[in-house]
């Protein structure tokens, strides 16, 4: 069982990274891989395009803007997290400090492998997208109870999530410690059989 803070409302500024097709080779290198924990993994969020060859920060890229640090929403652009399935993916980018990413599209194995890690996938549609885009420093509120995303004090955005994902993020648990908080209905369940 992992367990991990509970996700209700956050609001922060987004981090703009507005680039398509973003595989999660790109978000986490396979060389470091090699590693069965989440701790450290932030550090490599990006690597190829946070650094130069020599390891010194390259100072044009958005993580590397202090202004950046402590905002916990990525915007990413379309059809974020395509590629193989990497669970490091997502353990970079909540060890890094994202709580949140938000595109208009996210592939499909890395939307079930963020949710499965604590992290909140969230699709949004093109104008609310591009309204952040237009207002890159303004507060969003993502409401995963609603479960709706406030952009510039806009009207909510609805944003669908499946109801036991929602649940699992909601309570802070993972599927194991949904199934251990129930552990004297399954003891009286197999007692039941017996």
Known sequence: ???????????????????????????????????????????????????????????????????????????AGHNFGCGSSREHAPWALADYGFRVVMSTGIADIFYSNAIKNGLLPVRIPRGTYDRVLSNPDDPITVDLKAPAVLVSNDMPVPFEIEPFARHCLLTGLDELGILLARDNDIAKYEASRT
């Not at 509970?6 to 790109?26: C, G, N, R, W, Y």
């Open 1 to 75: 069982m992992i367990e991990r803070e509970k996700f209700t409302t956050l609001t922060s500024a987004p981090v703009i990274f507005p680039f398509e097709d973003v595989d999660t080779d790109q978000i986490i290198p396979a060389r470091y891989l090699t590693t069965t924990t989440r701790e450290g993994l932030g550090a490599h969020l990006f690597h190829d395009w946070r650094y130069d060859g020599s390891g010194s920060a390259r100072v044009d890229f958005v993580l590397n803007d202090p202004l950046m640090a402590g905002r916990t929403i990525l915007v």
